[in-house]
């Protein structure tokens, strides 16, 4: 009676386990990274000149597509390769990555440091908007958000 009721701790062990494994990528996917703010002035710079830096979407085709920050190319952090034609040739160009919570953007860096791009950066959710105007840089807090403006 004592080995039976082993199997089942045993068994039931290795259930709560395995249910923990399969529950991981889930969480892994939502969980958000801790990324750095960048500098509104350069959010500013870019609205009056797309030119200073490349804006990468990190999401989906079908999420880009949905809505996206006006001026960013959509790259998904898992198709670099059948996308690398919108990066920039100068491997030190500033790009900026982002994604809904900054976990695909980074895997997407760490892919473009990789092959040699010095100057990337994730934009973190906080400074996002996505509302029903659409997504755009904020320039104001996570509190208070504000839609970034061109430089005047």
Not at 52 to 57: Q, R, V
Not at 59 to 88: C, K, T, W
Request: aromatic share 6%; glycine share 6%.
């Amino acid at each position: 009676m004592n080995s039976r009721l082993e199997i089942r701790k045993g068994f039931l062990s290795v259930a709560l386990v395995l249910t923990g494994i399969l529950a991981l990528p889930v969480w892994a996917q939502d969980e958000a990274p801790d990324i750095p703010s960048i500098d509104t002035e350069l959010f500013r710079a870019f609205l009056s000149d797309p030119e200073t830096l490349t804006l990468i979407d990190a999401r989906s085709f079908a999420e880009y597509d949905e809505q996206h920050i006006a001026g960013a190319v959509n790259i998904p952090f898992d198709n670099l390769d059948e996308s690398f034609r919108e990066m920039p040739a100068n491997p030190v160009a500033t790009i900026v990555v982002y994604c809904r919570t900054g976990r695909r953007a980074s895997i997407l860096k760490e892919q473009l440091e990789e092959i040699g791009y010095s100057d990337v950066r994730v934009l973190p959710a906080a400074q996002v908007i996505a509302d029903d105007e659409g997504m755009a840089l904020n320039c104001g807090t996570a509190d208070e958000p504000a839609r970034c403006e061109a430089a005047g």
